[in-house]
């Protein structure tokens, strides 16, 4: 994906030779051209060679070379602009220098700008999340542009749907002679597209986190968080189906269908983002209106399997 | 709700009477005892009288009081935590000074510490809009605590699936005379899911880039934006449904009954999290599986009474 975000040459540069009451006195004299002032970039014929903080200046007596810091937190072109928040926050600083391929100092990322990207990124992850297609999130909003990026989920929605509709097609001996079955169906549906929601959202931010985490103890993990959940809310929508049809047998069906839906759906909602990271897309695009799909066809498939072995 | 955030008291002070060159010369015989230096705050016995950069100490040679401003964006306790980040970066500062209720300076809230809280934000959206309660966000999560955070959503969805189902009961009929009509309720009840989650991300995102944005405006928009959209999608559905069950009507009942229950959903996804927001709690807390288990009675009702009166 593109990310446009704003650099700043003006900086304060240096050689390494430098002392700093030199450099000091260099900033005073040219505050008018510089837009910020907290790092003072030390450059080698063009590359970067170092870096020493106003604080730094203010503090040392010294040659700029004999105390600039020489490992250097930088934004090359092979890295993702949606890092940039992440370089500054981990390492504590309040600018990001860029460099070009070849180590030449380019200018910086200033601080309101590492700001934006983090609000682009929250934005994005937001709006993907809610399966509204965006290339680029801050772009001027026309109502042919919003049907644009709506419409595709919706489409493949209907096909799903129409999938779905033609498996419960054959089960449509059992509902007409069963017909309760049938007023359970959108409870079913919903509970394991809310419980899924959940475990997407959370996979989600703890792979923003943690992207380095491990993936197969998250899974066991959301796995017995799901199974205590799915007996919780099956139990209760058993309990609820049960008495308000007077029928203990379509109270059966529901607990022991819910209880397996929820979890499938839990395993579905979990898996596929970690999939599709690693097949290098964004996790919360594809995986939203997708991963409610499967499991809303999943969800159906046990409950009317279920239904007819006890039937 | 409540935010812990941190705030440092290592900052330079100084009285409105001291000389910039005197300020730059304490700034730096104390460096040790700062935090960070990217302000001067200018106190007059304990109240924060006005506040100056190090870029302007460094381009100035007068009182501190000559040049300082006086109008200053600061944190006081009737504030939202969760405002400070927008307080920064609309003004364009990079650390917020917090007062008590009697204007004595406090501390301030440092740079990173505003990036925290804008991380946290953005996460505490993200879950909630997934149907996960998280009073602290940042917690330890104990596999209790999860199940804790997850379940009150689930047991309302039970709760109005119940009503959804009683609902469909006296539908019982009309089903069991037409029993393909059944079929299709997942597909009907995740299209106006689908949109409704749609119309919901983006109000939530709207509110947060422009609090004071025009509502009536906004629904006008949305709803255009959403005939559009369900015009498309319920004739791909009707299509989908009349060919794949060679049935016209039953085409003609999706068409008609989606492209209705989509509206409905997009409405009440849009209203409900600007009336949660006018009764004082946070739109994505509320709204998220609230609007869903609404419009999915909605929109069972819309199909079913639809095929009622054109059976």
Redesign the interface.
């Given at each position: 994906m593109v990310m446009e975000f704003r650099i700043t040459e003006r900086v304060p540069t240096a050689s390494p030779g430098m002392s700093s009451q030199d450099a000091?006195e260099m900033?005073?004299r040219k505050?008018g051209e510089y837009d910020t002032?907290?790092y003072v970039y030390i450059l080698d014929s063009d590359t970067l060679a170092g870096v020493v903080s106003?604080?730094e200046i203010?503090?040392h007596d010294e040659i700029l070379g004999d105390f600039m810091h020489r490992d250097i937190i930088c934004f090359t072109p092979e890295d993702d602009p949606f890092d940039i928040?992440y370089l500054?926050?981990s390492h504590?600083i309040?600018a990001i220098p860029v460099v070009d391929s070849g180590g030449r100092f380019r200018g910086v990322v200033p601080?309101?700008e590492?700001?934006?990207i983090?609000?682009v990124?929250?934005?994005r992850?937001?709006?993907h999340?809610?399966?509204?297609f965006h290339r680029v999130v801050d772009e001027k909003r026309s109502?042919g542009s919003?049907?644009k990026s709506?419409?595709p989920?919706?489409?493949i929605?209907?096909?799903?749907?129409?999938v779905?509709?033609?498996m419960?097609?054959r089960f449509?001996d059992l509902?007409?002679g069963f017909?309760?079955l049938?007023?359970?169906?959108?409870?079913m549906?919903?509970?394991s597209?809310?419980?899924g929601?959940?475990s997407?959202?959370?996979i989600?931010?703890e792979i923003?986190v943690d992207p380095s985490m491990n993936h197969l103890k998250y899974i066991k993990?959301e796995f017995?968080?799901a199974a205590?959940?799915g007996a919780?809310?099956s139990a209760?929508?058993g309990l609820?189906?049960g008495v308000?049809?007077m029928n203990p047998l379509l109270g059966l069906i529901v607990f022991v269908s819910m209880f397996f839906s929820i979890i499938a759906a839990v395993l579905i909602s979990t898996v596929s983002p970690l999939l599709f990271r690693r097949m290098g897309y964004d996790p919360a695009v594809a995986t939203?209106?997708l991963a409610?799909?499967l499991s809303?066809f999943t969800t159906?498939l046990i409950y009317l399997s279920v239904a007819s072995s006890l039937l």
């Open positions: 000091l900033i005073r505050m002032i907290d106003i604080r203010l503090s928040p500054a926050l504590g309040k601080y309101d590492i700001i934006r983090l609000k990124e929250a934005d992850n937001m709006l999340f809610g399966g509204v109502p919003m049907v709506r419409v989920w919706l489409i929605g209907v096909v799903g749907g129409t779905t509709a033609s419960i097609g449509e509902l007409s017909i309760a049938a007023s359970f169906i959108p409870v549906v919903y509970m597209d809310a419980v929601t959940q997407e959202a959370l989600i931010r923003a993990g017995l968080v205590a959940i919780l809310s209760f929508a609820m189906a308000t049809r939203g209106p409610t799909i809303d159906t």
